[in-house]
Nanobody, 116 residues
Framework: QVQFVESGGGLVQPGGSLRLSCAASKNIFSIYVMGWYRQAPGKQRDLVASITSGGSISYVDSVKGRFTISRDNAKNTVYLQMNSLKPEDTAVYYC??????????WGQGTQVTVSS
C-alpha cells in the first residue's frame, strides 16, 4: 500500500508563498493522476490541483494563476507552489491519487494557515 508524506506547510501572511512537498513510498506517478487536496475546518476535502502521468495539469478556479503543481518522478515527489496566498487558502493540504473516489490511504497532511 502506497504511503504519502506531506510537508512544507506553515503560517504565512496574506500575499505570501509556500511550497508543499509530497513524497510517495512507491513509484505510482507513471500510473495515476496525482492531486493536491485541501480540507478546511468543517468542510469537505476538495481537489485543488492535479497532474497526469503525461503532464497535463488542471486547477480549481479559486487557485488558478496562484498555485503550480509539479512532480519529480525520480524522487516520487509531487509539489505545490502556492503564491499570493489568501486567508481562504487556510486548510490542511493532502496529496493522493485523483479522483478522490480512488484515493489511497491518506497521509497526515500539512497545515497551511494564512493570517496576518
Amino acid at each position: 500500500q502506497v504511503q504519502f508524506v506531506e510537508s512544507g506547510g506553515g503560517l504565512v501572511q496574506p500575499g505570501g508563498s509556500l511550497r508543499l512537498s509530497c513524497a510517495a513510498s512507491k513509484n505510482i506517478f507513471s500510473i495515476y493522476v496525482m492531486g493536491w487536496y485541501r480540507q478546511a475546518p468543517g468542510k469537505q476535502r476538495d481537489l485543488v490541483a492535479s497532474i497526469t502521468s503525461g503532464g497535463s495539469i488542471s486547477y480549481v478556479d479559486s487557485v488558478k494563476g496562484r498555485f503550480t503543481i509539479s512532480r519529480d518522478n525520480a524522487k516520487n515527489t509531487v509539489y505545490l507552489q502556492m503564491n499570493s496566498l489568501k486567508p481562504e487558502d487556510t486548510a490542511v493540504y493532502y496529496c493522493n491519487v485523483a479522483p478522490i473516489a480512488i484515493a489511497r490511504t491518506w497521509g497526515q497532511g500539512t497545515q497551511v494557515t494564512v493570517s496576518s
